[in-house]
């Protein structure tokens, strides 16, 4: 099994930037891609970043150039760089991870909350 927790969330003004950080646990950790959704209050859970068990990454178009995604693979942690923070990216952010081989399991964190307001 895998354990994440998320931390890093927070308030935060209009144009700045926040650093979240997914510190995984459990066994093989290697073939899990990992990424970050997020989800506002009445809305629909959407993919954020995500980057798969060779490096590679993907974002969603709406942070694409403002936030980026990494991860330190002996660590196992996971981590969103968000820079140029706009209102509308106030979330909860929750880390994921996806099994690339059988059986195919995947795993979330909690959440962490962040909110971007004057």
């Known amino acids: 099994q895998v354990q994440l927790v998320e931390s890093g969330g927070g308030l935060v003004q209009p144009g700045g930037s926040l650093r979240l950080s997914c510190a995984g646990s459990?066994?093989?950790?290697?073939?899990?891609?990992m990424g970050w959704h997020r989800q506002a209050p009445g809305k629909q859970r959407e993919l954020v970043a995500l980057?798969?068990?060779?490096?590679?990454?993907e974002y969603a178009n709406s942070v694409k150039g403002r936030f980026t995604i990494s991860r330190d693979n002996a660590k196992t942690t996971l981590w969103l760089q968000m820079n140029s923070l706009k209102p509308e990216d106030t979330a909860v952010y929750f880390c994921?991870?996806?099994?690339?081989?059988?059986?195919?399991?995947?795993?979330w964190g909690q959440g962490t909350q962040v909110t971007v307001s004057s």
């Open positions: 459990g066994s093989r950790l290697s073939i899990y891609a």
């Open positions: 994921y991870a996806r099994a690339v081989l059988p059986p195919y399991d995947n795993y």
């Open positions: 980057i798969n068990t060779g490096g590679s990454t």
